[in-house]
């Protein structure tokens, strides 16, 4: 099913002008239960004025009135004549201004947590160039001295589960075993040493000299 139309003020508009149900409004705009439950108390999308999904073709009043008289129904899109956006699932990640700062960082914590991983993986994964990163790499950035490695998940550069991927594709491509080991492994605690059983019966007998 296409994206809906302005799907906050379209569920605003759901909200204030029929009975269905947050699971029905929410699975119509693409929106999670609970935030259209903050929308009901007023806590979600204030001041955003309710768009009117059966006046722009998105919905049929006969289909609001199917769903509100079954609560496990789910609504659905008319068909309209006008192109509608879509849900995008591949391209380039947008990255926040606040955030782009943190790329060579992320970047220095892959070359060196993951030197597997090419500089298109690298490119791909957090949304730099070829350029930064080889930069990176041989310590001609114009910011090395001060550059930190942080991991890019923890910088919400991207996610663990697409880290994961691009580590087992690399190592899959390098001929090494496709498994993820943890990068500083807890170490082991030590085993006191042992005393001689005799031990305490000779300090006993001798007394302690100081």
């Known amino acids: ?38 929308i009901a108390d007023g806590e979600v999308a204030v001041g955003i004025i309710g768009l ?12 609001i009135k199917r769903c509100e008289g079954d609560p496990d129904a789910r609504l659905l899109q008319a068909k309209v004549s006008i192109p509608l956006p879509q849900i995008r699932t591949k391209g380039p990640r947008y990255t926040p201004v606040s955030k782009r700062q943190d790329k060579p960082d992320a970047v220095a914590w892959l070359v060196r947590h993951h030197p597997e991983l090419s500089d298109a993986q690298i490119s791909k994964l957090i949304g730099t160039t070829k350029q930064t990163i080889a930069q ?41 075993p496709a498994t993820l080991e943890p990068l500083n492994p807890e170490p082991q605690p030590e085993e006191p040493a042992q005393q001689p059983a005799d031990s305490g019966r000779y300090s006993a007998f001798f007394g302690n000299k100081s």
Do not use: Y
């Open 1 to 38: 099913m296409a994206q809906v139309l302005m799907p906050k003020a379209t569920a605003v508009w759901l909200v204030e002008n029929t009975t269905l149900s947050f699971e029905q409004i929410a699975a119509f705009c693409g929106l999670h239960p609970l935030e259209v439950q903050g």
């Open 52 to 63: 009117d999904p059966t006046a722009n073709g998105q919905l049929t009043s006969e289909e």
């Open 136 to 176: 990176v790499r041989d310590r001609t950035h114009w910011n090395t001295a001060n550059l930190r490695p942080r991991d890019p998940v923890l910088l919400g550069l991207c996610t663990q589960t697409d880290l994961n991927a691009a580590i087992l594709k690399a190592r899959k491509a390098a001929g090494k």
